[in-house]
Nanobody
Framework: QVQLVESGGGLVQPGGSLRLSCAAS????????MYWYRQAPGQQRESVGT????????NYAEFAKGRFTITRDNANNTFYLQMNSLKPEDTAVYYC???????????????WGQGTQVTVSS
């Protein structure tokens, strides 16, 4: 019923930038906290950062502080991950996640996107 779709990944050189988007669709009533995660080859999935329902509060992993910024556009049910000063170690599949309530499921459920590949290489 609800889908989260990531976009904006690709190949960039070290020091470059990318903006990832996560668009939610479906019979959405409310989108609560939104999350970005990433998973590098052979590694466990790790948190990149989160943003609160109103976008007033964000939290970032240490590796993301000062380089990555999470924002959200509630009118379009979309949130973003702006990544600057990218490093080779940022190479991973990036996933978005959110807790969303719908008309059919007012209590809400967790949803995950399918991921988008980010490769940082010269």
């Amino acid at each position: 019923q609800v889908q989260l779709v990531e976009s904006g990944g690709g190949l960039v050189q070290p020091g470059g930038s990318l903006r990832l988007s996560c668009a939610a669709s479906g019979s959405i009533v409310s989108i609560y906290n939104m999350y970005w995660y990433r998973q590098a080859p052979g590694q466990q999935r790790e948190s990149v950062g989160t943003i609160s329902s109103r976008g007033s509060s964000t939290n970032y992993a240490e590796f993301a502080k000062g380089r990555f910024t999470i924002t959200r556009d509630n009118a379009n049910n979309t949130f973003y991950l702006q990544m600057n000063s990218l490093k080779p170690e940022d190479t991973a599949v990036y996933y978005c996640s959110a807790f969303i309530s719908t008309a059919q499921d007012i209590a809400g459920s967790w949803y995950w996107g399918q991921g988008t590949q980010v490769t940082v290489s010269s």
